[in-house]
């Protein structure tokens, strides 16, 4: 089943914050995080393995909840260039059961 | 620099045609994805390959089939194709083990007329 994400679109101003919440209905292994810019292929953002881990690179950052199945995406002090959809891909806690499930999407648009 | 191909980007077929969607990555990764993106509905898994000759059904199987013949080669099959395929189709690989980085393709946008 697919992971939840809201909200499904977001309009910000450039420096203003966004977070993007991934929930799942099944147990996680861990969650990835992807952004697609229009006309073009999804970019690896982060993975997250941990339950309480939190990663960002830059001014993007993400935690995981492994109890509540939930991860967030945090955007700080928004650029232009994070305008994008924004995708959750998670994996089960199956062991040898690889298939990455992805969201149904964030569609965030930055405005100057 | 890491590259996984898909053959077409555009593809306009006729109803009842068998489409074939191939996909090659360069990085010998023996997982690989295909994923069907349409609006509203993000990334929909139809199916995965773990290995050569080796697959599992994603959430959106039906209509469609895949072949793994060699490691680098992923290929999606529809027997017969229907307007309700009309979408954008995504490939990707990576390493096994889990919370890997996975690659896509540039997309196949298909048109079933």
């Known amino acids: 089943q697919q992971p939840v994400q809201s909200p499904q679109a977001v309009i910000l101003r450039e420096g203003e914050d966004a977070v993007i919440n991934c929930s799942s209905s099944?147990?996680?292994?861990?969650v990835h995080w992807y952004r697609q810019k229009h006309g073009e292929a999804p970019v690896f953002l982060m993975i997250?393995?941990?339950?309480?881990e939190q990663k960002g690179h830059d001014k993007i950052s993400a935690s995981f909840n492994e109890k509540k199945q939930q991860s967030s995406l945090y955007l700080t002090a928004s650029q232009l260039s994070y305008s994008g959809t924004y995708f959750c891909?998670?994996?089960?806690?199956?062991?040898?059961?690889?298939?990455?499930?992805f969201g149904t999407g964030t569609r965030l648009t930055i405005i100057p | 620099d890491v590259k996984v191909t898909q053959s077409s980007r555009y593809l306009v077929k006729r109803t009842g045609e068998k489409v074939f969607l191939e996909c090659v990555q360069d990085?010998?990764?023996?997982?690989m994805f295909w994923y069907r993106q349409d609006p509203g509905l993000g990334l929909r898994l139809i199916y995965f390959?773990?290995?050569?000759?080796?697959?599992e059904k994603g959430d959106i199987p039906e209509g469609y089939s895949v072949s793994r013949e060699k490691k680098e080669r992923f290929s999606l099959i529809l027997e017969s194709a229907s307007t309700n395929q009309t979408s954008m189709y995504l490939c990707a690989s990576r390493d096994p083990g889990g919370a890997t980085e996975a690659f896509f393709g540039q997309g196949t946008r298909l048109t079933v007329v």
């Open positions: 990085m010998d990764h023996e997982n």
């Open positions: 390959s773990y290995d050569v000759k080796m697959k």
């Open positions: 997250l393995l941990k339950g309480g």
């Open positions: 891909g998670t994996e089960g806690r199956n062991f040898g059961n690889e298939k990455l499930t």
């Open positions: 099944k147990a996680l292994y861990s």
